[in-house]
C-alpha cells in the first residue's frame, strides 16, 4: 500500500507560478512511475504530467506543455510539479497517482491517489 498526500495548491493570479508536492509513505516510491491529474469543476479528471521511476522520461498534456516541469526526489520520497504561467483554465483539484506502468496517461493504470489539492488561478 502507498499513500499520497499532495501539498501547495492554493490562490494565484494568471501568470503566476505554484509548486504542487506529493510526498508518499507505506513504500518506496522509487517502485512506481507517478503521474499528476486534474479535474475542473464538471469536468473529467484528465492526465496533466508523469515521470519513470528513475525520473529519466517524462511525458506531459500538450495543454501544459512548456509551462509545467514534473520531477521526483527518490530519496525524499517526493514528485513534484511546477507550474508556471498558469492560466484561469489551470483551475482544478490536482492528483498524484502512483502506476506500475511504465510511463501512462492512462488513469486507470494508476492504483494509488492522494486525496488531491485545490489550485485555483483568478485573472
Known amino acids: 500500500q502507498v499513500q499520497l498526500v499532495e501539498s501547495g495548491g492554493g490562490l494565484v493570479q494568471t501568470g503566476g507560478s505554484l509548486r504542487l508536492s506529493c510526498t508518499a509513505s507505506g513504500r518506496t516510491l522509487s517502485m512506481y512511475s507517478m503521474g499528476w491529474f486534474r479535474q475542473a469543476p464538471g469536468e473529467e479528471r484528465e492526465f496533466v504530467a508523469a515521470?519513470?521511476?528513475?525520473?529519466?522520461?517524462?511525458n506531459s498534456a500538450d495543454s501544459v506543455k512548456g509551462r509545467f516541469t514534473i520531477s521526483r526526489d527518490n530519496a525524499k520520497n517526493t514528485v513534484s510539479l511546477q507550474m508556471n504561467s498558469l492560466k484561469s483554465g489551470d483551475t482544478a483539484v490536482y492528483y498524484c497517482?502512483?502506476?506500475?506502468?511504465?510511463?501512462?496517461?492512462?488513469?486507470?493504470?494508476?492504483?494509488?491517489w492522494g486525496q488531491g489539492t485545490q489550485v485555483t488561478v483568478s485573472s
Open positions: 515521470i519513470t521511476r528513475s525520473g529519466g522520461s517524462t
Open positions: 497517482a502512483a502506476s506500475t506502468a511504465l510511463l501512462t496517461i492512462h488513469e486507470g493504470s494508476y492504483m494509488y
